[in-house]
């Protein structure tokens, strides 16, 4: 909304706390997160109507607050919740692309992105659902029937927004934290079309990881396991 804004704060409590944050956001139709800080407060963003906001902290022992840039957030979520890894591969086979691979309930559910992940939120990445792969193939790196495969990121994810996985992903919206070494942030998927091989839309969240007109994958073409390009490797 035009006339939202949005401030950072941070209260006293726990993981129990955190949850009665969250519902009396969403109560007063606030958008954000929650999350549990390392120094063991909370740390909270919250947008919306600058009355719902002063609101929100008033049954809780506000430590400070001060004010951020909208993100645009529909809705009031946890983060901090951990989902497991994620990894991304460049891979040259008959078409060049980056593999995006989410650890879902034991297997690495994966996207083909044609054109790799964005760090600009105003870039919609086309990204094609394959088969789910093991999480032995995340460290796979080398030649691979006349093309090769380099670990162009990797780290670990949170869950996001109010519907649990997979169920997120079955709906066909999921949002989610990436902790790589050069994606950081919220993003997204978007199904947009069904069928054998499922089309989804890639996109950065609007949030402090940000970086629009940015291309990451021309300024960081190299694995972070070995330091190669692809190019290079498929030189050796």
């Not at 691979?101 to 919609?124: H, I, N, Q, T």
């Not at 066909?172 to 989804?200: I, N, S």
Request: charged share 30%; aromatic share 6%.
């Amino acid at each position: 909304m035009s006339d939202s804004e949005a401030v950072r704060i941070r209260i006293a409590g726990d993981a129990s706390v955190r949850e009665q944050v969250r519902k009396r956001a969403l109560a007063l139709g606030l958008g954000g997160w929650v999350r549990l800080a390392d120094d063991g407060t909370l740390c909270l963003h919250a947008e919306g109507k600058a009355r719902a906001l002063e609101e929100l902290t008033e049954p809780f022992d506000a430590m400070g607050s001060r004010s951020a840039s909208v993100e645009g957030h529909e809705q009031f979520a946890i983060r901090g919740v951990p989902a497991g890894v994620f990894v991304v591969q460049e891979h040259q086979a008959r078409a060049h692309h980056y593999d995006l691979r989410l650890e879902v309930d034991g297997v690495m559910r994966s996207w083909a992105v044609p054109r790799g992940p964005s760090l600009d939120p105003a870039e919609k990445r086309l990204a094609v659902e394959v088969e789910d792969h093991s999480l032995a193939h995340n460290d796979f790196e080398g030649l691979a029937g006349g093309g090769g495969v380099i670990i162009w990121d990797r780290g670990d994810y949170e869950q996001g927004g109010r519907v649990s996985w997979p169920e997120a992903l079955e709906r066909g919206h999921a949002v989610f934290v990436l902790h790589g070494e050069k994606l950081q942030g919220g993003f997204a998927l978007q199904r947009t079309r069904g069928g054998k091989k499922p089309q989804w839309l890639l996109i950065k969240r609007r949030d402090e990881c940000a970086r629009p007109g940015s291309d990451v994958v021309a300024e960081r073409p190299e694995s972070v396991e070995s330091g190669l390009t692809l190019d290079a490797l498929l030189e050796r």
